[in-house]
């Protein structure tokens, strides 16, 4: 008898596969583990860097990513807003060490559903994933009421006090976030596969955005402003 129009698995109850991408072995195989403790999901890849999620995608193709946003000489939002140009509506877990009241938009606005702190309790990122394989955002509370009452409020005014990052485009939040960890331009551009003089050029931006004289104030600014964060 044919077996031909048989389905070749019970889609119900297949595994889902995610990839990790974080450049700290030892978080990521942390991250790996949890994962896999869980009879519903399978872990199909892990990469430390864009060019080698870029192919785990094409390669394993993975039902959702777990992206940590700070990657070894690149950037995680940009290999975020990248895989949604390539694959509308991915599921994408940020995870990262980062404040959420900092990078949380930002990530929701690269396009992943979910962001969870590395703080958090393995739950959360289980939680989170679950979330976003059903089509669902997920968010702390805390980051949830905040993000409805800004909705709630609109832009009937500007606020007086706009916090820094609210005032930055994702790539010179980065800079200035590297120039407060006492990197110089040329270590920056190294780090972030950029020219000197683009690197140069986005500190321009920074001191006019932030309202700064010179090189010497924005070290000052950036390097208070990163002690701020932790």
Not at 62 to 85: C, F, Q, T, V, Y
Not at 127 to 154: F, N, T, W
Not at 165 to 177: A, C, G, I, N, Y
Request: glycine share 6%; hydrophobic share 40%.
């Amino acid at each position: 008898m044919s077996t031909t129009n048989q389905p070749r698995v019970d889609s119900f109850r297949a595994k889902k596969r995610v990839i990790v991408v974080d450049d700290h072995p030892m978080l990521r195989k942390g991250v790996v583990e949890l994962i896999e403790s869980e009879d519903e999901f399978e872990v199909v890849g892990e990469a430390s860097n864009l060019g080698d999620a870029y192919k785990l995608m094409t390669d394993v193709a993975p039902h959702a990513a777990i992206i940590d946003i700070s990657l070894e000489g690149n950037n995680g939002i940009e290999l975020m807003k990248d895989l949604i140009r390539r694959w509308p509506e991915f599921p994408i877990v940020a995870y990262s060490a980062h404040d959420e009241q900092i990078y949380a938009e930002r990530v929701l606005r690269a396009g992943a559903k979910a962001y969870v702190m590395k703080q958090s309790s393995p739950e959360t990122l289980l939680l989170a994933l679950r979330s976003v394989l059903k089509g669902r955002v997920y968010l702390s509370e805390e980051m949830s009421d905040r993000l409805l009452g800004r909705m709630l409020a609109g832009k009937r005014s500007e606020p007086l006090n706009t916090p820094v990052q609210d005032k930055l485009s994702d790539r010179e939040l980065e800079v200035l976030t590297l120039i407060g960890k006492g990197q110089t331009t040329s270590a920056i551009a190294t780090q972030l596969c950029l020219s000197v003089k683009t690197i140069e050029t986005y500190r321009e931006h920074l001191k006019a955005k932030l309202n700064l004289r010179n090189g010497p104030e924005l070290s000052r600014f950036a390097i208070e402003w990163s002690l701020s964060q932790t």
